[in-house]
């Protein structure tokens, strides 16, 4: 079992930086993958970022590759998202996400726990 909590949100102009956190719970963490996804209001949840166990691997979409950077302290069984250069339709709330595996995956199905999410508004 994992526990995922998310901290770090909030309202931020554009252009803005805004760093997310995601504590984990359990002594899987160091085992597992773990993604970022973000859900805006009326759309679906869509993947941002992922880091693979030993974070040697990292996959980003390419909405956000350049600007955001997903990193990993598996001493602490904190995953962090550093967003930069924020733009308002980056506007969502994220989740944070444990992997039922090692590697980078973007795939929904392969994310076994989820943290109860963190608003992030960027306004124009």
């Known amino acids: 079992q994992v526990q995922l909590v998310e901290s770090g949100g909030g309202l931020v102009q554009a252009g803005g930086s805004l760093r997310l956190s995601c504590a984990a719970s359990?002594?899987?963490?160091?085992?597992?993958?773990m993604g970022w996804f973000r859900q805006a209001p009326g759309k679906e949840r869509e993947f941002v970022a992922a880091i693979s166990w030993s974070g040697g691997s990292t996959y980003y979409a390419d909405s956000v590759k350049g600007r955001f950077t997903i990193s990993r302290d598996n001493a602490k069984n904190t995953v962090y998202l550093q967003m930069n250069s924020l733009k308002p339709e980056d506007t969502a709330v994220y989740y944070c996400?444990?992997?039922?595996?090692?590697?980078?995956?973007?795939?929904?199905?392969?994310?076994?726990?989820w943290g109860q999410g963190t608003q992030v508004t960027v306004s124009s």
């Open positions: 996400a444990a992997a039922a595996v090692g590697r980078t995956t973007m795939t929904f199905a392969e994310y076994a726990y």
């Open positions: 359990g002594r899987t963490f160091s085992t597992r993958a």
